[in-house]
Structures are given as structure tokens and as C-alpha cells.
Nanobody, 114 residues
Framework: QVQLEESGGGLVQPGGSPRLSCTAS????????MEWHRQAPGKQRELVAA???????NYADSVKGRFTISRDNAKNTVYLQMNSLKPEDTAVYYC????????WGQGTQVTVSS
């Protein structure tokens, strides 16, 4: 059983640049792709960014050029660097390990507001 724990959310001003972290338990992290998803109030959960085990990245069009996903296999951690945040980025952000049906973290709230 893999456990994922996100951190780094909170209240951020428009234009802010927080970094989310997600740390996985166990020793299989390096073998699997990792993803960040988000769910805004009243909306479906959407894929924001993904990184393969080899470091290949993909982004949703809405965040391309503003968000960067990265991973540190030695720390079992995936990051989401978010820059130039907008109010529409407000959501609960979840990390997911792409193993089987997927393992999800509990989510971390990011609220973009002045």
C-alpha cells in the first residue's frame, strides 16, 4: 500500500509562486509516473501535470508555461512549482502515483486571492 502526502498549499496572492510537494512511502516511487491533478469547487477533477519515471513531462494547456513538475527519486518526492498564479487556479491539488488504478494523496488546498 502506497501512501502519498501533499504539502505546500495555502492562501496565495495572485501572481504568487508556491511549490507543492508530494512524498510517497515505500521504495517503488522511482519506477512510476507521477501526476498532479486539481479539483475546483463545482468542477471535475482535472490533470494538471505529469512526469514519467524517466522525467518526461506533460502539462494541461491552462498551466503550460506557468507550472513545472519535477521529481527527486532520492527523496521519493514530486513537486509542482506554480508561478503567476491566477484566481482560477484555486482548487484542491492532488498527487497521484500512476500504478494500477492509481494511488492518491489527500489533497492540499490552494486558494488564490488578494
Amino acid at each position: 500500500q502506497v501512501q502519498l502526502e501533499e504539502s505546500g498549499g495555502g492562501l496565495v496572492q495572485p501572481g504568487g509562486s508556491p511549490r507543492l510537494s508530494c512524498t510517497a512511502s515505500g521504495n517503488i516511487f522511482k519506477f512510476y509516473a507521477m501526476e498532479w491533478h486539481r479539483q475546483a469547487p463545482g468542477k471535475q477533477r482535472e490533470l494538471v501535470a505529469a512526469i514519467s519515471s524517466g522525467g518526461i513531462t506533460n502539462y494541461a494547456d491552462s498551466v503550460k508555461g506557468r507550472f513545472t513538475i519535477s521529481r527527486d527519486n532520492a527523496k521519493n518526492t514530486v513537486y509542482l512549482q506554480m508561478n503567476s498564479l491566477k484566481p482560477e487556479d484555486t482548487a484542491v491539488y492532488y498527487c497521484k502515483m500512476a500504478l494500477g488504478r492509481g494511488y492518491w494523496g489527500q489533497g492540499t488546498q490552494v486558494t488564490v486571492s488578494s
